[in-house]
Each structure stands twice: as structure tokens, then as C-alpha cells.
């Protein structure tokens, strides 16, 4: 009769710490220390000095106003939102995007798009008001033009209004000011995008904190390619941080023809437009007087490593953002896992210690990294329609 | 005030004869490679198209097969100095020092062809003495050529050790900093560096101090190379090639002229 509740009990005590136990795997304190620099999660409002409009509450409700308006663009029927979707991670979900005519790359997602430092594919921009006024002027993407921004601004009177309450003052005769101005209220409105909390900031939270029973709830599978991700298939050496990402540029082994007889020069070409632009931060359109901001720009120098290298993206949202790499090439995260697990060593340069090498992964790594990848997803509260500019 | 007028002028007509003269110089590129995957992609005639746009007047290549140095010689015979790859294809680079069918391989090839170095072959420290790349300096030797080596400093001593006659050429410079690069200079005066895939010698346009030296130190000991290392970078050469002169308009003439071609055309000879 004695014999029952005590194997009751055992099995209760069992269920009470063993299986827990074995929900959450042994963590070293140096990977709970390499996890922990993955958040918190979100971060802090960002403000770009560059930018007298960033963080604004006037300047990003115009920049969001502007950033749906389709009379930016040449034909009147492209927006910077019939590229980057709310519905679709700020992206398109296609391989690659479309203006006027296809074009050679993705359509990066702009989710965290304000903790950058360098901007675009390839880093031509140093600013993200500088970045946002390519597509208003490319003829392959808005064909805007350089007038159309100023004309739009002069001429809609909400815009105008909504003009005023960010710049301090009604839109002036200066073409090239009103562009300026409207990359800046359109980078001030893409700076507030911020990815929501995922399953993997409630992991890395409790771990931090000790809190065995909350760091169990996350799946064995995600934590193993978490494991991974930090330990051998040493990912986080470019995707590192709360944002999953170093900002800079790397050559992974893509090939980079874009059609016979031509490539895409990825970082290489950017930093020959970096330069060229009358909107980088060197320029008269730097409102940082200290000048403080300008030191990359300032200091940046050309590598044959360039050639072919593209921004390193940061990976919240990332299995809900496909397809992968900076031409779409790949369809799915597994596609991507597969890459890094097969990648040819001959693409890539064998000076130093190479950043990618042939990972070699089992089919159970590779579930395990797509797991832990998954964990970064979440999904974002609807957004609702932006308040009049001038009610 | 005229005469000043006139000296002014005179200094500001040789500055712009003497950047137009850097804007002109042929180039000798002594590190090029055409592989296997590049040879649907940028087919030899558009490699030779590539090469005249950029100003190379003469280049050396390896090619893993070495097919492809075949193909482009066949299409442009006195633009292509011909060195032998250790490498069937471009993977072998981290297995060819151990490979028992490779040293038949080369044997085979030298006694078909003629080639001027073998190269680029990859090792590294005491790897260098295994072996494989001992009949490779051998074979350099005997046939009076070139060892185009992508190495550290340590693994290049030893190739001098194994034949203290031997020529080398020391890819990209061992990725070394000049002072270690000046080392190894002043101690085998029969070593050469590439410069291919380097920057660290170039800061905003301008030769960097210590390279500097270095360059004037050792005019006769350094030569350009592009590096196409993928079939991509076929389409970087022309860039190179402008990125050089830019570069080489920095140095005292001759030197820039030894630099950018006169060594590699007093070392590697033409192409036939």
C-alpha cells in the first residue's frame, strides 16, 4: 500500500525537475554571455544627428504620409510602400524587386533599418536619408526625378502643412532642399520600424536571468541551433548583436553575374557612389555640426575584398522574409543552411582566416540551425492608418 | 611676373605629362587565373578583349586545369605567359601538398609544354617541406623556373633551403607588413612579390609610408597581379588595372615603369 504514492511522488519529482532538465540543455557562462550581447530586445529608440528630423513626432508622421504617396514617383503609381510592404516584413517577398523593370538585387526588409551605419546592398549610403532618396531618383525604381519631391510638397496642402510642423517652415524655392527634406522625413518615419520581441528575447532573458523554468519553454531544436550558431557554424562572427548583424559587408560565395559580361560590384561600387554622392555626410546636408558623425565616411577605404561583397542582413523576421541573399538567389532558409553547409572554399579567398568555410552540416544541424532561425520570427501588431498631418 | 607665369606653366604641362605618361603604363599582371568555371562564363576571347581594355600588355596565368591557360594561348599567343598550376581543379588547393598523383601530373605537363613558373600553389609552414612541393622546387630547378607561392614567410625560407638557387615568387607579398617584407628582400635576393590582392600598400590614393620605402629600396623586386580568382573577377581587372596606375603616379617614374611592367618583363620574358 506504501508502495504506490511513493512511486507517485517519484515520478511527480521526476516531472518537477527531470523534465524540465531536459528541455533546456547545458549552457556554459561563456554562452550565456555570447547569447545575452544578442538583446535586449527592443532597443532604444534611435536618433540620427544628421537627420533634424529624426525622432520627431511631425517629422516621422510625414515621412509616413510620404512614404505611401505614390505621386513621388515619375508615372504617379509607385510608392516606397509598393516595395516595402508592411504585410511582407517592409520587403516584397520577391527574388528580385521590381521598379519600372526588375531589378538585380532584393528589396531589403527596412525592419531595425535606423541602427545602421551604412545602408543599401552595397553601403552607398551612409545615411538612411541619404539612401532614401536613390529610389526616389532612380529611373529603374521611383524615376521621381529631382523636382518631383519639392513640386509635390509645394503643391498638396497637407503635405505642406505637415511640411511646416517638421521643418519649422513652409516649403521653400530650393528643389534639392525639399528632396533632401523629404528623405529625411521618410528615414525619420523608416527609423521608428522596429522588429517585435520574439521566442529567442524571452529565451536569452530568462537564461540571463537564471530563470531555468522560463528558458525551457524554448524548443530543444532552437536551442541547439542556437548552439550552433554561436559555437561551431560560428555565424555570429558577422551576425552578431541584438540586431543579428555586424552592419558591414561580406563575400559568402555568391556568385555575383548579374547577365553575361556583367556583375554586380556589391560593396565595391558602392563605396565609388558613396563618394560621388552630394548627400553623403561630408556634405552641406549634414546637420550635425559637430561633424562627429562623419568619421566612417571620412575614413573608408577601397579593398579588393569589395568586389562582390554585400551588407550583412540582420535575422529578426528572417524566416518571414524570404527569399535570401542580396539577388534573391536562394528561396528558403533551408536553401541558405544548405549554402553555408556546401559552400565551395574555391569562391572565396584564402587570405587569413577565412570568415565562411564549408560548415558540413547533418540533416539535424540544419534543422536545428532553421529552428533556431525560426525563433527570430514573430509576428508584428497591425499597424494602423497614420494620423492626418493637419487635421 | 611672366617669367613666373611661364614656370608655373612649364611645371603644371610636366605634371600633366607625367600623370597622362602614368594614365598610359602598360602593365605586366604576374598573378591571373583562369579556371574551369570561367571558361563558359568569360569565354578566352572576352578575357583577351578585358586584358586590351585594361592595358595589359602581357600577363601571367595558371589555370586550374591548366586548360585554360591552353585556351588563352591559343587565342592571344604573345599576351600569355603560361605557368603551371599544381591544381586539376581549383578544390585541390588544400590537398595537393599530399596527393601521390600529382608530381606524375606536372611531370607529364612539363615534359608537353612550356611554362615559365608553378603556380600559385598554396602552403604554409613546415607543409612546405613535405614531400610534394620538395619535387616541386626540384622541378622548378631542373626546368628553370619560377616558384609562384602563396605563403608564409616561414614556408618560403624553406623552399630556399631546399634549393638556396631558387626563384621565388611570393604571392601577394606573404600579406606581410613591408618591414617583414623588407626582411625576407634583403635576405634572398632571389625573391620577387606580386602585389596582387593587396591594398594595404595604398591609403587615399597615395603609397603608404613604409611600402614606400620599400619600393624604392627594392624598384627591381615587385610586380602587379590581379587575382582572378573567380570567374566575377575577370570584370575587376580593368578597374585594377586603373587603380594601379593611380597608385603607381605616386612613385618616382622608374620606379612606377619597373613596377608596373618592366619587371615582369625582364623576369617572366615574353610569351613564347
Not at chain 1, 342 to 355: A, C, F, Q, Y
Not at chain 2, 217 to 223: A, L, N, T
Request: aromatic fraction near 10%; charge should be neutral.
Amino acid at each position: 500500500m506504501i508502495r504506490f504514492p511513493l512511486l507517485l511522488l517519484s515520478l511527480l519529482g521526476l516531472w518537477a525537475g527531470g523534465v524540465f532538465a531536459q528541455q533546456l540543455l547545458d549552457w556554459t557562462p561563456e554562452e550565456i554571455r555570447t547569447v545575452e550581447k544578442h538583446g535586449p530586445w527592443p532597443p532604444s529608440p534611435v536618433r540620427d544627428p544628421s537627420n533634424k528630423v529624426s525622432g520627431t513626432p511631425a517629422g516621422i508622421l510625414l515621412g509616413e504620409h510620404l512614404f505611401n504617396d505614390p505621386r513621388l514617383s515619375g508615372d504617379g503609381r509607385v510608392s516606397c510602400a509598393t516595395c516595402h510592404q508592411a504585410g511582407r516584413e517592409w520587403s516584397d517577398g520577391l527574388a528580385r524587386a521590381r521598379g519600372t523593370v526588375e531589378l538585380d538585387r532584393r528589396t531589403p526588409s527596412l525592419w531595425n533599418i535606423g541602427y545602421l551605419h551604412w545602408f543599401g546592398w552595397d553601403g552607398a549610403g551612409d545615411s538612411l536619408w541619404a539612401q532614401s532618396i536613390r529610389p526616389l531618383l532612380d529611373p529603374r525604381e521611383m524615376n521621381g526625378g529631382p523636382a518631383r519631391a519639392a513640386e509635390l510638397l509645394r503643391g498638396d496642402a497637407a503635405l505642406a502643412c505637415g511640411y511646416e510642423k517638421a521643418f519649422g517652415s513652409a516649403p521653400g524655392t530650393d528643389d534639392e532642399r525639399l528632396l533632401v527634406d523629404t528623405a529625411k522625413a521618410l528615414a525619420a518615419f523608416e527609423a521608428t520600424l522596429v522588429s517585435p520581441r520574439t521566442p529567442f528575447d524571452d529565451f536569452r532573458d530568462a537564461l540571463v536571468a537564471g530563470n531555468r523554468e522560463g528558458a525551457s519553454r524554448y524548443p530543444l531544436a532552437a536551442q541547439r541551433g542556437l548552439k550552433l550558431f554561436i559555437g561551431d557554424a560560428n555565424c555570429n562572427l558577422c551576425h552578431l548583436g541584438p540586431r543579428f548583424t555586424s552592419g558591414e559587408f561580406g563575400d559568402i560565395g555568391i556568385p555575383f553575374f548579374v547577365r553575361p559580361g556583367e556583375v554586380d560590384p556589391g560593396r565595391l561600387g558602392g563605396l565609388g557612389r558613396l563618394a560621388a554622392s552630394p548627400f553623403n555626410l561630408l556634405g552641406k546636408y549634414n546637420d550635425d555640426a559637430t561633424g562627429n558623425n562623419t568619421r566612417r565616411t571620412r575614413h573608408v577605404q577601397r579593398q579588393h575584398t569589395n568586389f562582390g561583397e554585400f551588407r550583412v542582413p540582420g535575422l529578426r523576421q528572417v524566416g518571414r522574409s524570404g527569399p535570401y541573399m542580396h539577388n534573391g538567389s536562394l528561396a528558403t532558409l533551408e536553401d541558405v543552411v544548405r549554402h553555408y553547409s556546401e559552400v565551395s572554399p574555391d569562391r572565396l579567398h584564402s587570405d587569413g582566416i577565412p570568415l565562411v568555410r564549408p560548415l558540413g552540416l547533418t540533416a539535424e544541424q540544419s534543422a536545428d540551425l532553421v529552428a533556431f532561425l525560426r525563433s527570430l520570427d514573430a509576428e508584428p501588431l497591425a499597424r494602423p492608418r497614420p494620423a492626418p498631418l493637419c487635421p | 611676373m611672366r617669367f613666373l607665369a611661364l614656370v608655373l606653366l612649364l611645371l603644371a604641362a610636366a605634371g600633366m605629362s607625367a600623370a597622362r605618361a602614368a594614365d598610359e603604363l602598360p602593365i605586366f599582371d604576374a598573378h591571373m587565373h583562369y579556371s574551369h568555371d570561367a571558361w563558359s562564363v568569360v569565354p578566352p576571347r572576352e578575357v583577351v578583349e578585358i586584358l586590351k581594355k585594361a592595358g595589359i600588355k602581357r600577363a601571367m596565368v595558371s589555370s586550374s586545369n591548366n586548360d585554360g591557360t591552353r585556351m588563352l594561348q591559343d587565342v592571344a599567343p604573345g599576351l600569355i605567359v603560361p605557368e603551371l598550376r599544381p591544381y586539376r581543379s581549383r578544390g585541390e588547393i588544400s590537398t595537393w601538398a599530399k596527393d601521390p598523383t600529382l608530381i606524375p601530373y606536372l611531370e607529364d605537363l612539363l615534359s608537353k609544354r612550356r611554362y615559365r613558373a608553378i603556380g600559385e600553389f598554396h602552403i604554409y609552414g613546415a607543409d612546405a617541406d613535405l614531400p610534394n612541393v620538395r619535387r616541386v622546387v626540384e622541378l622548378a630547378k631542373q626546368y628553370g623556373l619560377f616558384l609562384h607561392s602563396h605563403s608564409d614567410a616561414d614556408a618560403v625560407t624553406r623552399h630556399f633551403q631546399q634549393d638556396p638557387g631558387a626563384k621565388v615568387l611570393w604571392a601577394h607579398s606573404g600579406f606581410e607588413r613591408p618591414e617583414k617584407v623588407r626582411e625576407m628582400l634583403r635576405r634572398y635576393p632571389t625573391l620577387w612579390c606580386d602585389l596582387a590582392f593587396l591594398t594595404s600598400h595604398v591609403s587615399n590614393g597615395k603609397v603608404a609610408p613604409g611600402w614606400r620605402d620599400l619600393f624604392i629600396e627594392f624598384p627591381d623586386r615587385f610586380v602587379l597581379g590581379s587575382d582572378t580568382f573567380t570567374p566575377e573577377r575577370w570584370h575587376y581587372v580593368i578597374e585594377n588595372a586603373r587603380w594601379s596606375r593611380q597608385w603607381l603616379s605616386d612613385l618616382p617614374p622608374d620606379v612606377a615603369r619597373k613596377i608596373a611592367y618592366e619587371n615582369g618583363d625582364r623576369l617572366f620574358g615574353s610569351a613564347q
